[in-house]
C-alpha cells in the first residue's frame, strides 16, 4: 500500500505531518509513505531516525490558502497538493492526504484525479462527533454549495458503502437534512430527494432536523454543499466555543477551580470525543481514487487519524467497491 501526503499544507506543516507520518509508518511497515513538498524545506526538519518505508518527493512550489484553487491546480502542476493527485492518478499511490487549501484539493481531484464512472458531483464526506459516542458520516460538506435531487441520491448511496467499508456500520441509517422530519416538509429539492430515497432501497429513516444531528438518529446524513458546510462550520464552532466558555467558568473563582478539578477527568473525555483529531480526515468521494481532506489545523494526532482512515480505506477496496455500485446504478 502506498500513501502520497501533501507535507507543505495545514496549519501545522511541515512538521506535523512528518512527525504523524514517520511514527504510523514504523507502526505500519506494510504501508509505503511519500512525503511530498519541497525538499530542502521538509530535509531540515526530517528525523534520522526515519524507517526506510518513508521518502521525500521534491515538489518545488506550494497552493496556499490565498490561491484561487481551480487557477492554482492549473498553474502550479509542481506543487505538493498536485503532485500528490497526480501520483494517484498515475498509480504510484493508492490514496492520497493534504490538509491544504480545500477548493484545491476539491479542484485536484476532479481535473486531475477525475471522477468515478456515473458520478456527476463527487461530495466530501467529514465524520461528525455524536453524543452517543459514534460519528455520523456528512455528504456533502461543501464541495459543490449547489445539488440536485441525483447528486444527492448518490451522495446517500456513497456514504452508506463508506460507512459499511471504513466505518465499520452495518446496514447504515441515512437521513436527509431537512427543516422538519414529516416527509412534506422543506423546498423542491428536499421534498423530492425524500421521495427518491425511499425508492432508493438503502436504510432511510427520513428527515432529521440539524438539531438532532448529534444525537445519533443516523448514520449518514445528505444535503447539499452549501447547507453542509453551514452544518459542519457551525458544529465546530460550538465545539470550540463550548470548551472555552467551560474553561474560563472553571477558572473564575476557587470554588469553580476545585470543581473544574473534580470534573477534569469526565469532561476530558468530552473533549476527546467532540475533537476533530479522533475522526480523521474528509474523504472526496466519487473521485477515481483514494483522496483525503485532514482539518487545516491538524497536528500530530489528526494527521496520524486520518492516515488510519486512509489505509482503511485502501484496505476495504472501497474504490472499487464505489466504482462497481455506481456504475450499475447508472
Known amino acids: ?46 528525523p534520522t531516525s526515519a524507517p526506510g518505508n518513508i521518502s521525500i518527493v521534491d515538489a518545488p512550489t506550494v497552493i496556499t490558502g ?51 464512472p456515473g458520478i456527476n458531483r463527487p461530495a466530501l464526506a467529514p465524520v461528525l462527533p455524536t ?12 464541495a459543490y454549495p449547489d445539488a440536485d435531487v441525483e447528486n444527492m441520491v448518490q451522495f446517500a448511496r456513497m456514504g452508506s458503502v463508506y460507512s459499511r467499508g471504513v466505518l465499520g456500520v452495518d446496514n447504515p441509517r441515512v437521513g436527509l437534512v431537512n427543516i422538519g422530519t414529516e416527509p412534506g416538509k422543506g423546498n423542491a429539492l428536499t421534498k423530492e430527494t425524500f421521495i427518491q430515497l425511499e425508492k432508493s432501497g438503502l436504510n432511510f429513516v427520513g428527515n432529521v432536523e440539524a438539531r438532532d444531528i448529534l444525537d445519533g438518529t443516523c448514520d449518514v446524513v445528505v444535503t447539499d454543499g452549501f447547507v453542509g458546510n453551514v452544518v459542519l462550520k457551525t458544529i465546530e464552532g460550538l465545539g470550540l466555543g463550548l470548551f472555552s466558555e467551560l474553561k474560563r467558568a472553571f477558572m473564575s473563582g476557587w470554588q469553580s477551580k476545585l470543581a473544574g478539578a473534580m470534573a477534569r477527568p469526565s469532561l476530558a473525555g468530552l473533549r476527546r470525543k467532540f475533537d476533530y483529531a479522533e475522526y480523521g480526515g474528509a474523504p472526496f468521494l466519487g473521485v477515481a481514487g483514494g483522496c483525503l481532506k485532514a482539518h487545516g489545523s491538524s497536528k500530530e494526532r489528526a494527521w496520524y487519524t486520518a492516515l488510519e482512515q486512509a489505509k482503511r480505506f485502501v484496505k476495504g477496496q472501497l474504490l472499487a467497491t464505489l466504482t462497481e455500485q455506481m456504475t450499475r446504478e447508472e
Not at 500500500?1 to 511514527?23: N, T
Not at 502542476?77 to 493508492?94: E, H, I, N, P
Open 1 to 46: 500500500m502506498k500513501l502520497a501526503v501533501d507535507a507543505m499544507g495545514g496549519d501545522h506543516a511541515p512538521g506535523a505531518p512528518i512527525s504523524a507520518c514517520v511514527e504510523f509508518a514504523r507502526a505500519n511497515p506494510d504501508v509505503e509513505i511519500y512525503m511530498i513538498g519541497q525538499e530542502s524545506v521538509l530535509e531540515a526538519v526530517w
Open 66 to 116: 490565498e490561491d484561487e484553487p481551480v487557477r492554482a491546480v492549473k498553474r502550479k502542476k509542481d506543487s505538493s497538493l498536485v503532485t500528490a493527485a497526480q501520483m494517484v492518478r498515475d498509480g504510484q499511490a493508492d490514496a492520497m492526504l493534504s490538509a491544504g487549501n480545500t477548493g484545491a484539493l476539491v479542484a485536484a481531484g476532479l481535473f486531475v484525479i477525475g471522477r468515478i
Open 131 to 142: 453524543f452517543r459516542g459514534r460519528g455520523v458520516l456528512l455528504l456533502d460538506a461543501g
